[in-house]
Structures are given as structure tokens and as C-alpha cells.
């Protein structure tokens, strides 16, 4: 008599039976190695490479390639993922580009211009009919510009010099809108200004705004559809509105206005709003969820800062806040298959950067790593897996 036998822990088959045993064992497949390389931004005079691996949750340094002084803000070209774009935060300020090499590592610049203003907090290249332009904005002059790129994108031709129509402007961020606008939001001025190209590229002119709440200070933003997420740095709120028609328009009354000021914040600590994502959802994230950070200017809690999760349909609901041991998060980045890993930064004292992966389908931020082999980090940028 012969007896069949499958175990389900190692899926092995053994067979025995008339003093005759075969056994045949498959073992499971190990989860897959994946790699991944980020880019990072800083003030310093380069840009660091990192090894992420997601087997291990391992964050390691891999080198640090020169560049300008202050590259704070660095952004990858939209097709062409082997090309960098960095600011110099500088007075004048300036905008650089790169060729991405093996592990992370730049080859360049290949092109300096100056952005025609002061400190330039903010670039990022355009996509879809607008391709072959990047737009910088000048946060201490309250100005901006759009330029055109050469057919190869490493080198710029010239833009128009905008100029923000505001006592004080300190335009803090380019977000492209549909086909043909970008919007700027302004801290300063407590608008999104409405951008529209006229003429040939790098010919842009203000059509419009969107006006924000009063002393709200508007830094960054997010477009879903024709809902505006928009992050206010001076009041520490994230808020909801629809998009206005263009080209002109006031903004109709506020969907949602959310605090993200944690709760029960040590005496003398003093917030700032600093960076949003939206994520989309995925086969593992049923769901679309905006990640917010909250800067602490003053006195520091012991947990660091904060990462505030908010569900976004069937309307905007606060979660959960997250806190990260950072000090003072200006910049963080989404990256992974389906964005699953969140990286951040803190822009002041020692904590380096901190790898989280989004749990409970996104309603969740589980801690992974730490690397504090630079201090600070101001800006991230994932690199594509092969």
C-alpha cells in the first residue's frame, strides 16, 4: 500500500510503501532581493548617494558626488532617469544639471546658469507638452523662472524673469497642472499663483491665483483631479479646495481645513509645515493617503518630528502622527514598486535620514532604519530599479 504525504511548510512529497520511501523537497523561494539607490540633497557642496535594501532593511552611504554649494532641492528628469537637476540656494542663486552614474554617483555639471534671483528653494522639470522646460523659484526675491532645455536636457536656454505682484512674495514651489498651467504657491503672498506659457518655451506669465487664508503662508501643494491639497508653512495646516476655471478666480470656500500640530507639544516649540505627498492607490494600498510633515522650529520634543498620515476618499480624515526622531523634516520622498517606502530628512541636528514602509494599507508608518552618517538631508530623489 502506498501513502501520499504533502507538507505544506517546505512543500516537500514523500512517498512510502512496500519498504520503498522517496521524499521530494522544493523549497520556498526566498522573498526577492530588490535594491534600491537614492539620491539626496543638502546644504552642503554634494549631493549623497544611499543603498536601500529592502531585504534586509539596510541604509547604507554609498558616496557623495560634488556639486555647487546648497544643491537643496534636487529633482529628476521625467523621462530620462539618468538625469539630475539641482539648485544652488545661494545668493545669487543657480540651477545645475547631472548625468547619474553606477551606485548613485554624478557626472558633471554639465550646465550652471544662475536662476536670476535669490535662494532657490524649489525646481523641477515639466512634463508632457510642456517637456524640455524646468521651473526654479526664487524664495528670497519673489521670483521665478521657466527655462527651456537643449534636446539632450543637460544644457538651458533662457526664460522670462516672473515676478510675483505681491509686498511680500516668497514663491516656494512649481507644481505642474494638467497640460498647460503650473501653479506657484507663494508663503509670502498667500496666493497660488496661476502660470500659463506665452509663446515659446520659457516665455510664462502670470494668468491668475487662487487665493489662500491670511498669514496661512502656502508652501507646498498637491493636485488630485481638480482638488487642491495645499500645505500651509505659517499655520501648520493642510487644507482642501476645487480647482477654480482658469484664468482667473478667487478661491470658493475651503472643503477641509486640518491642524497638523501634534498633540501635547513641548513648551516652547514653535512648527512650520514642510513637505506633502498624495499616494494613488495600488494592489497593496486600496486606497489614496497624503503624508504630511511638520517642522519644530523650537523647543524639540524628544520623539522628533512628526509624518502626519491622512486617508483622503471618502474625504479627509487625520489618522495617525508618526513621529520620527527627526529634527525638523524638510524633505521626504515616497519610492518603491508601489510607493510602499518613505525616506525623510531632518534639515537640523544629528539624526541623519530614516527609511519608514507603509503599513495597515497605507494607514501606517513602520520604522525600518536609520542612517546617521550625515547628519542632515534636505531633499530626496528614488532611483529607478532595473
Known sequence: MLLAVQYSNNESWCIRGNGVQACYCRPRPRPVMVNFTILAGGYTSFVASYLFNSDTNALSLLNTSPTGDNPSWIALHPTNKSILYAVNENSPGSLQTFVIGDEGA???????IYSDGDAPAFATPLSGLKLGQVAVMDYNTGTGVIVPTTPDALHFGTGNQITFPAPVSHPHMALQHGLEEVFVPDLGADKVWRLIQDGAPG????????DQPTGSGPRHAAIRGETLYVLHELASTLTQQNIPLAPNGTTG???????????????????????????????N???????????????Q?????????????PELKLLKYVYTGLDQIRGMQIGGPEDEFLIAGGVNGTAGVVMFKRANGGRDLEFLVRNEELPTRTSFVWLPTD
Do not use: H, M
Open 301 to 313: 520634543d524628544p520623539k522628533g518630528d512628526a509624518i502626519v498620515i491622512f486617508q483622503v476618499e
Open 253 to 283: 470656500p475651503l472643503i477641509a481645513n486640518f491642524s497638523i500640530i501634534p498633540p501635547d507639544p513641548p513648551v516652547g516649540a514653535d512648527f512650520a509645515a514642510g513637505e506633502i505627498l498624495l499616494t494613488e492607490a495600488s494592489p
Open 285 to 299: 494600498f486600496p486606497a489614496p493617503y497624503i503624508y504630511v510633515s511638520n517642522r519644530n522650529t523650537g523647543v
Open 203 to 210: 516665455d510664462w506669465n502670470i494668468q491668475g491665483q487662487i
Open 106 to 112: 554624478l557626472d558633471g555639471p554639465f550646465d550652471t
